[in-house]
């Protein structure tokens, strides 16, 4: 059974920075896309980055580009998410998700085809 563990959420002030870490195991770790999804009060749970098994093709909301940036690595068996020039609409609980699907050619952006949660982690920005 897969767990993904998050780390790296706190408060922080509108511009600044934060890391978070997702440390897997229960599966081979390397065969899977990994992202990054978020879930602000009262909105949808929206993709923020996803990261192709091999790592080297990623893909970000548009809300995010040039500010974030995910990175993994599969000899850790972690995925990371740096994220920069924070905003208030940053605001979110943070989760990490494994793809169902191994080796999967493109990255997904639908949230149904990821079957593996962390707890998530709360992410705050103030202005």
């Known amino acids: 059974q897969v767990q993904l563990v998050e780390s790296g959420g706190g408060l922080v002030q509108a511009g600044g920075s934060l890391r978070l870490s997702c440390a897997a195991s229960g599966h081979t770790f390397s065969n899977y896309a990994m992202a990054w999804f978020r879930q602000a009060p009262g909105k949808e749970r929206e993709l923020v980055a996803a990261?192709?098994?091999?790592?080297?093709?990623?893909n970000y909301a548009d809300s995010v580009k040039g500010r974030f940036t995910i990175s993994r690595d599969n000899a850790k068996k972690t995925v990371s998410l740096q994220m920069n020039d924070l905003r208030p609409e940053d605001t979110a609980v943070y989760y990490c998700?494994?793809?169902?699907?191994?080796?999967?050619?493109?990255?997904?952006?639908?949230?149904?085809?990821?079957?593996?949660w962390g707890q998530g982690t709360q992410v705050t920005v103030s202005s």
């Open positions: 998700a494994a793809d169902s699907i191994r080796y999967r050619s493109s990255i997904t952006p639908q949230l149904r085809e990821y079957n593996a």
């Open positions: 990261i192709r098994w091999s790592g080297g093709v990623t």
